[in-house]
């Protein structure tokens, strides 16, 4: 398998992700929207001033959002895992299959909500200066759980050992006590 060829595409984010980062400014409009409720909707310049201000902030962090789903690619080749991200500072990473050491799922209350995973993929280096992880934050869980599988497949693969079992990870719901 070469790169770039139609066994090794390129995968996106899950397009959730575009919510969660929305559901994060849900606060600042209701609180505004309590404000109109309590003051009878008397909006004075004050108020117009700060709905103007959090109309932008919602749109600036929504625009982040979507330029992050739209910028950010990955892919499993034979040999290794490939990200790349961002719009005016590109960022290409890879870590080799036979040097991964981690593949772990978390996901905070916000994702849970939305069904979504984030996946780390660390190389067991301690040292700042040389510690190797990738983040997938964005994905959904079925996919998550399908990716951790295969990237420890074929890290065992690439490393000429027999495939591991893997089970798969137990997904509960929120305030269950687990991460994910």
Do not use: K
Request: charged residues 20%.
């Amino acid at each position: 398998m070469t790169p770039g060829s139609p066994a090794n595409p390129w995968e996106r984010l899950d397009v959730r992700l575009i919510p969660v980062h929305l559901s994060l400014l849900a606060a600042p409009p209701a609180s505004f929207g309590g404000t109109l409720l309590i003051t009878g909707g008397g909006l004075g310049l004050q108020a117009l001033i700060t709905l103007g201000s959090i109309l932008v902030t919602f749109l600036t962090v929504a625009g982040f959002g979507l330029m992050r789903f739209l910028t950010t690619r990955y892919r499993i080749t034979g040999e290794r895992i490939e990200l790349r991200s961002g719009l005016l500072f590109r960022s290409e990473r890879t870590l080799p299959l036979d040097r991964v050491r981690s593949v772990d799922l978390s996901a905070n209350p916000v994702q849970r909500v939305f069904g979504l995973t984030s996946v780390r993929i660390g190389t067991g280096e301690q040292t700042a200066a040389s510690g190797r992880r990738l983040t997938l934050d964005g994905l959904g869980r079925a996919r998550a759980g399908e990716l951790r599988r295969v990237i420890l497949s074929r890290r065992d693969t690439a490393a000429g050992r027999r495939p591991t079992t893997t089970r798969s990870p137990r997904w509960t719901g929120p305030g269950s006590g687990t991460d994910c």
